[in-house]
DNA sequence: CTGAGTTCATCTCAGCTTGAGAACAACATA
DNA sequence: TATGTTGTTCTCAAGCTGAGATGAACTCAG
């Protein structure tokens, strides 16, 4: 049945006070990337209390809903900040690029109660510790690598780093945008400082989809797109770290999808 | 400020009882798309109660939290089959693909509360009217052309069929996303029937799209790319409306993902 | 039944992009 | 100073793309 039945179920619902009918409670998660000595990290924290003591998670907590009211994103950043140590405004996340990701909401994800969530997904530059004098288990950012996470997304057996709730699903999801995102967007340049070098700009790339690639194409291929890149004319102060000449400086152009794109190279065998 | 003054408010928050604190409502809302006399159609239903009565709106409603609590695509596929009037289970929505769009819950969205809302996105083949035999303008299959979408998300003015709360913005945003999808996965084919011809394939890239596409190039690059269609063998029973041959029938092949990817010809504009 | 116009399917061809490799100068380090 | 590494630019073959042409199969009007 549809139509005047579901009309009249809408309109009643919609004039019910949640409070007294179906209690949900919505929470964002924030899985933030960033690439420290070459590879991929994201900021995890660990918990005190129980559900899952001493297991890791995503910096999150509850959306400010009436007092205080925020809207999605401001409580994402909020978070971030919070965990961060950092300030939000003028400091390093105003180059933090930020996207939602999806919402989790499964009964039961939540042993305590039921929770939605809305996770986001944050693109940083190198970023100091977080809360660098403080407890050092309490947060840190950790490799990627060391999570184990399988393509399903969960996490191999033997792994030390155990992820809370769901949240191994919701870091693979994560990765996977990241990688693609990689390809058709000049969002690599939100890892690299404001002025970066085409070898720093590829070892992004090699970090986020775990592959080498071919420095001469890659090279050419930033350069012939519109808008990834432009020059500032200026050169590095030194070269590689093991020899070579002074590469030359750039910093992210007005593109906001690269055309043609850059695709992975592994990307023939997922196919399926 | 972080560590462990934030840890100490989480656990604090995580213990509460949302009831008691911060009402928050999740309601879901489905943009299901289809094809009908070769132009794109949203299915929308009309607001009989204030705020926004008389105007359109996405088919949604309230998450089921703790009594009968439902997955999120549950209650997506609850509230699309319940608007639309057919069963999940062995019906036409058996082949209805469904993914999240994304999540919507700024402040003042919903005059009457702080509602998020989870926004679906479903592409059908021709499905029958909604209740076709109840009160037809409750519910029905509207063109989106009528919608008047800028690219800003919002609706021009004149525009006659005005839609509800942000529903501009996601049924926007659920367009945007339909377009890209069938660049780079098969999912064009789920707006068809079973068996299907190229052309037919073609024209949901051009309804979607809106835009006309090259027939003998698509031809070559639907036929190349591995996976995407398999043949049948067999033919269709006429040819096209106005003439020429009968059209050979494929199905969906196994495909996930199109390498190389089908890229809209306009693309090369909207990059910056 | 016939003719005109339409459509499916395939082919051609020039232009562009890609992947792989080579070359060479500039540089770090021992 | 010698050696190995790296940034940058080429070259070349292979593949893909857009635009157009062709011919057979078909619908429809008269």
Same mark, same amino acid.
């Given at each position: ?18 409070? $007294?009918?179906? @209690? %949900? ?6 899985? *933030?990337?960033?690439? &420290?000595? #070459?590879?991929?990290?994201? +900021? ?95 947060? $840190?950012?950790? @490799? %990627? ?6 393509? *399903?997304?969960?996490? &191999?057996? #033997?792994?030390?780093?155990? +992820? ?109």
């Amino acid at each position: 049945m549809a139509g005047p039945d579901e009309q009249d179920e809408r309109a009643f619902l919609e004039g019910y006070d949640p409070r $007294a009918y179906d @209690p %949900v409670a919505v929470t964002v998660d924030v899985v *933030a990337l960033t690439i &420290r000595d #070459g590879a991929l990290h994201v +900021l995890l924290v660990r918990r005190g209390e129980p559900p899952f003591a001493g297991m890791w998670a995503l910096p999150g907590g509850f959306v400010r809903g009436v007092r205080d009211a925020e809207d999605l994103p401001e409580a994402a950043v909020r978070e971030l900040a919070e965990e961060t140590g950092v300030s939000a405004e003028g400091g390093p996340l105003e180059r933090v690029h930020l996207e939602q990701l999806g919402t989790y909401g499964a009964p039961g994800r939540d042993p305590r109660m039921r929770v939605v969530s809305v996770a986001y997904l944050a693109f940083a530059p190198e970023l100091p510790d977080p809360e660098a004098g403080g407890d050092a288990a309490d947060a $840190a950012w950790t @490799p %990627v690598d060391a999570l184990g996470l399988t393509e *399903a997304g969960d996490q &191999r057996p #033997g792994t030390t780093r155990r +992820l809370a709730f769901d949240h191994a699903r919701i870091v693979s999801d994560g990765l996977e945008r990241a990688r693609s995102k990689l390809e058709y967007t000049p969002l690599a340049t939100a890892f690299c400082a404001p002025e970066f070098t085409i070898p720093e700009l590829r070892a992004v790339y090699e970090a986020v989809w775990g592959e080498e690639l071919h420095a001469g194409n890659f090279h050419r291929k930033v350069l012939s797109v519109p808008g990834f890149v432009e020059s500032t004319g200026g050169t590095a102060d030194r070269g590689g770290r093991r020899g070579g000449p002074r590469p030359k400086l750039y910093r992210a152009g007005d593109a906001r999808l690269l055309h043609p794109a850059l695709l992975r190279p592994s990307r023939e065998e997922e196919i399926r």
